[in-house]
Nanobody, 127 residues
C-alpha cells in the first residue's frame, strides 16, 4: 500500500483545514487508517483513527487533544481517508502523517501497530 497525504498549509488560529490521504491498492477497505502528527522537537503522536469497514465509515478513535475539533472519515470507493480539522490552535502545528494498519484489529494510537506510512503534509497554525 502506498499512501499520499495532502491538504496541509498555513491557517490562522480558529480556522479549518481538510487533510486527505490517497491510498493505492484494492484492499484499502480492510485496513484501519490513522493520522499522526509530529511537531518540531517532539515525538510523533496519535491524532485519530478509523476502523476498517466493508463500506465507507467505521468506528473512530481520537486523541483527547483533538476530540470535538477533528473528524476522521473514509471513502472506500475512492481509497481516501480524510481529516477535517476545525478550530485549529497554534499547538496543532505539525507535520501530519497518514498510516495504515493491515491487521484490522481494534483501533490503536500506537504508531508501532501501523504498517504503512505516507510522506507527511505540513500544517502551520498562526496565532
Amino acid at each position: 500500500v502506498q499512501l499520499q497525504a495532502s491538504g496541509g498549509g498555513l491557517v490562522q488560529a480558529g480556522g479549518s483545514l481538510r487533510l486527505s490521504c490517497a491510498a493505492s491498492g484494492r484492499t484499502f477497505s480492510r485496513y484501519n487508517m490513522g493520522w499522526f502528527r509530529q511537531a518540531p522537537g517532539k515525538e510523533r503522536e496519535f491524532v485519530a483513527a478509523i476502523r476498517w469497514s466493508r463500506w465507507s465509515g467505521g468506528s473512530t478513535y481520537y486523541a483527547d487533544s483533538v476530540k470535538g475539533r477533528f473528524t476522521i472519515s473514509r471513502d472506500n470507493a475512492k481509497n481516501l481517508v480524510s481529516l477535517q480539522m476545525n478550530s485549529l490552535k497554534p499547538e496543532d502545528t505539525a507535520v501530519y502523517y497518514c498510516a495504515a494498519d493491515r491487521s484490522g484489529n481494534i483501533l490503536s494510537g500506537n504508531s508501532g501497530v501501523y504498517d504503512y506510512w505516507g510522506q507527511g503534509t505540513l500544517v502551520t497554525v498562526s496565532s
